[in-house]
């Protein structure tokens, strides 16, 4: 095909979901000029069968686009390669057909592309992306005004980059042709884009993203495996075995070994959740099964016929030595086991009942950072009261004989690479671990904790971190204590806080440091001892800006109606670009909420409600909470705006039948509007969960008068 100067081809792939298709292409029309950019759009079809050929051959008839359709579903490569071969532009535009372009976008990605011999391809921000272009928090898509405000406000800086994802891809022909397009190896799709990246940047060129944003859906054409088990299997299979594709082309593949301790009285089917999440990333799985008093052969066998599932996935088929029947004796001594059985380059490390979010995550970053010894991860985990919690921990690290664990109990590895001189990565992979799921469990784990804090402590060889797990430990123990009993308990945790500080001299930018400084502060507010919680919080926000602290603080100034001094403070931590994560556990989505609601609060108490308005819609955005919806309901209706209150009314009283301030509020704006029946309706429901309300039985007999002069 002969090339015309000047031209972009933007070539977009279908697979059904014609709604999505017919947005993105309304919008290409809409937003781009062809006297600015000249372009042509090429849509390669692979075997829709919702009505989307029929909407393609209408505008191809209407001369609007070319068009190819495939008998069967060929994949992302090759229909991309596909609509490549009929390209008549200087320039290729990868774009998915879940996308909503905005004003000027082709024009502005042109324009950098063509500033730069060397510059190879440029893409734009998104809301739905991995990598660097894509921009967190963005609100959901509502029309087409507010999105082109958004690509205003959530244009991010234009900056180098050594990887694009091609949702959005602006690509010179010439590199294109050099490269050889996409390599069909990684059909149906993924990893195609990764490799033709690092072919670009081998070859001297290099990649930028625009300040420009674009609107992503996200991975329609995959989503529905999500609701179907055995596809997104299958689809978790694809991802895996692509990654090795990519990573044996580039001749940079290295092994990793799973390494787990498992009790042979753990769920069988919790075991097979994990290895679910894992297997098709791994090439050998390690375990060790053990017994706390003598062997149950019986329990071992349903374990074991768990772990033989995902045998043949295995590089080595989880040979004779792949896993161990052992007694207990503490955490790092069955973890250091498990390590002696690994072969292969890397180990990474999950408990039974963890479930790897980021499957792919662990060999992405071995390869972005390959002189990195061990790689933080994100733990999200369920602590004693529910809430999710965050921690960095170290998963992922090389296979090195000194790196082993220690203590007895919350076993660290660190602790031996520190001495090896080891060097860290922090990373973005995450694990969902699910810690607590009952108050039984969260007894018992904690009482064989603080079996073991204690030996160690006896044993001489306690940290300071050790001191730290027995602090928390003690806390979540005497909370099931009577009140009097959890006073007096709290009064020698204090004397172990200021112990651990004075004893360890730790530095005040240590996160311990500051995690104590919380956990004394909110012992002090349990305590009802104002000034010293206060003292204590404010050590921890003053110096390092720590956002628990911060909220507790607000929450004691609000109660001194100080609502000025509480602003400051959340305000402050509302303008934080994140909220620091570290070893010491944080749970930054309660966090969020609490600071959310909190400045909701200090305006309804100061009469601003347009701002309660926004910070408590916000907060509703973090965590659905009747409480705050209730509060958003209050401040609607003093702006005036009753139907907007009604209608959140009714879907909180749809979703919460027992709300019955609901209930009362759509019954009081019924009388107002002299819709007495309704309103009736409405009071009775109030009435099943108020019974002997004066109020509601007065406003009752008051609506059956009044019906009853109307008949």
Same mark, same amino acid.
């Given at each position: 095909m002969e090339m015309r100067k000047g031209l972009v081809s933007v070539i977009i792939l279908t697979k059904d979901n014609l709604e999505y298709t017919k947005m993105c292409l309304n919008s290409i029309f809409e937003q781009t000029s062809l006297v600015k950019t000249p372009f042509e759009v090429i849509v390669v079809d692979n075997a829709s069968k919702d009505g989307t050929q029929d909407y393609l051959k209408g505008l191809?008839?209407?001369?609007?686009?070319?068009?190819?359709?495939?008998?069967?579903?060929?994949?992302?490569p090759e229909g991309n390669n596909q609509g490549a071969s009929i390209a008549e532009g200087e320039f290729i535009c990868l774009l998915n057909n879940d996308t909503i372009v905005t004003k000027d976008w082709l024009s502005n990605l042109l324009r950098v592309l063509r500033s730069e011999d060397k510059l190879a391809a440029v893409g734009p921000y998104c809301n739905h992306s991995s990598g660097e272009q894509m921009v967190p928090q963005c609100p959901p898509y509502q029309d087409d005004k507010t999105l082109q405000?958004?690509?205003?406000?959530?244009?991010?800086? #234009?900056?180098?980059v050594n990887f694009l994802v091609f949702f959005c891809t602006l690509i010179k022909r010439s590199v294109w042709d050099e490269i050889g397009g996409l390599d069909e190896d990684f059909s149906p799709g993924n990893y195609e884009d990764n490799l033709f990246c690092y072919r670009v940047i081998e070859r001297g060129y290099f990649l930028k993203v625009v300040s420009h944003f674009i609107?992503?859906?996200?991975?329609?054409?995959?989503?529905?495996?999500?609701?179907?088990?055995?596809?997104?299997?299958?689809?978790?299979?694809?991802?895996?075995?692509?990654?090795?594709?990519?990573?044996?082309?580039?001749?940079?593949?290295?092994?990793?070994?799973?390494? #787990?301790?498992? !009790?042979?009285?753990?769920?069988?089917?919790?075991?097979? &959740?994990?290895?679910?999440?894992?297997?098709?990333?791994?090439?050998?799985?390690?375990?060790v099964f053990n017994y706390k008093w003598f062997p149950k052969q019986c329990r071992l066998k349903k374990l074991r016929?768990?772990?033989?599932?995902? *045998?043949?996935?295995?590089?080595?088929?989880?040979?004779?030595?792949?896993?161990?029947?052992?007694?207990?004796?503490?955490?790092?001594?069955? /973890?250091?086991?498990?390590?002696?059985?690994?072969?292969?380059?890397?180990?990474?490390?999950?408990?039974?009942?963890?479930?790897?979010? *980021?499957? =792919?995550?662990? /060999?992405?970053?071995i390869l972005k950072n390959p002189e990195a010894d061990y790689f933080k991860c994100k733990v999200?985990?369920?602590?004693e009261k529910g809430g999710e919690e965050i921690i960095m =921990?170290? &998963?992922?690290?090389?296979?090195?004989?000194?790196?082993?664990?220690?203590?007895?109990?919350?076993?660290?590895?660190?602790?031996?690479?520190?001495?090896?001189?080891?060097? &860290?990565?922090m990373t973005n992979i995450e694990i969902s671990h699910l810690g607590y799921d009952s108050i039984k469990t969260v007894m018992k784990k904690n009482k064989r904790n603080l079996k073991l804090l204690n030996e160690e402590i006896k044993s001489g060889k306690a940290d300071q971190l050790t001191y730290f797990h027995l602090i928390s430990s003690k806390i979540i123990l005497n909370e099931y204590k009577p009140k009097d009993v959890q006073l007096k308990e709290l009064g020698k945790i204090m004397d172990l806080i200021n112990y651990t500080l004075d004893h360890f001299k730790l530095l005040d930018t240590d996160p311990l440091t500051t995690k104590l400084w919380v956990t004394a502060g909110v012992i002090c507010m349990f305590c009802s001892q104002t000034v010293a919680a206060k003292s204590?919080?404010?050590?921890?926000?003053?110096?390092?800006?720590?956002?628990?602290?911060?909220?507790?603080?607000?929450?004691?100034?609000?109660?001194?109606?100080?609502?000025?001094?509480?602003?400051?403070?959340?305000?402050?931590?509302?303008?934080?670009?994140?909220?620091?994560?570290?070893?010491?556990?944080?749970?930054?989505?309660?966090?969020?909420?609490? #600071?959310?609601?909190?400045?909701?609060?200090?305006?309804?108490?100061?009469?601003?409600f347009e701002k309660a308005e926004k910070y408590y819609?916000?907060?509703?955005?973090?965590?659905?909470?009747?409480?705050?919806?209730? /509060?958003?309901?209050?401040?609607? &209706?003093?702006?005036? /705006?009753?139907?907007?209150?009604?209608?959140?009314?009714?879907?909180?009283?749809? *979703?919460?039948? !027992?709300y019955w301030e609901g209930w009362k509020n759509l019954a009081l704006e019924e009388i107002k509007a002299n819709r007495y029946r309704t309103a009736k309706l409405f009071l009775e429901e109030v009435n099943k969960y108020k019974p002997n309300d004066k109020d509601i039985l007065f406003n009752i007999s008051m609506v059956d008068k009044i019906l009853r002069k109307e008949k």
């Open positions: 191809s008839d209407a001369k609007k686009i070319k068009v190819m359709f495939n008998k069967e579903n060929v994949g992302f405000e958004m690509a205003l406000k959530f244009s991010g800086p #234009m900056k180098n609107w992503h859906w996200g991975s329609i054409s995959w989503k529905g495996q999500n609701q179907d088990p055995v596809k997104y299997k299958a689809y978790l299979e694809l991802l895996g075995k692509n990654q090795k594709i990519f990573m044996q082309k580039i001749g940079k593949y290295k092994t990793i070994g799973l390494c #787990m301790i498992v !009790g042979d009285a753990e769920s069988p089917e919790t075991l097979k &959740r994990c290895l679910d999440s894992v297997v098709d990333y791994v090439d050998e799985i390690n375990i016929k768990i772990a033989g599932m995902y *045998t043949y996935k295995m590089s080595d088929a989880l040979p004779a030595n792949g896993y161990k029947y052992i007694k207990w004796t503490n955490f790092s001594d069955m /973890r250091n086991e498990s390590l002696k059985m690994n072969n292969c380059d890397y180990t990474l490390i999950l408990d039974d009942d963890d479930v790897m979010i *980021t499957p =792919q995550g662990p /060999r992405d970053v999200h985990s369920l602590n =921990q170290t &998963r992922l690290f090389k296979n090195k004989k000194e790196y082993r664990y220690q203590k007895l109990c919350h076993e660290d590895i660190v602790l031996s690479m520190k001495d090896a001189n080891a060097e &860290r990565c204590w919080l404010h050590k921890a926000f003053d110096k390092n800006s720590n956002p628990e602290a911060a909220v507790n603080l607000a929450s004691l100034y609000i109660k001194e109606k100080n609502i000025d001094k509480a602003i400051e403070i959340l305000t402050a931590i509302d303008n934080l670009d994140s909220f620091p994560i570290s070893n010491m556990a944080l749970n930054a989505k309660e966090i969020e909420f609490q #600071m959310l609601y909190q400045l909701g609060d200090c305006y309804v108490f100061k009469k601003e819609k916000e907060a509703l955005f973090v965590k659905k909470d009747l409480l705050i919806a209730d /509060r958003l309901c209050k401040v609607l &209706r003093a702006l005036n /705006r009753h139907s907007e209150a009604a209608l959140i009314t009714v879907n909180l009283v749809n *979703t919460f039948p !027992g």
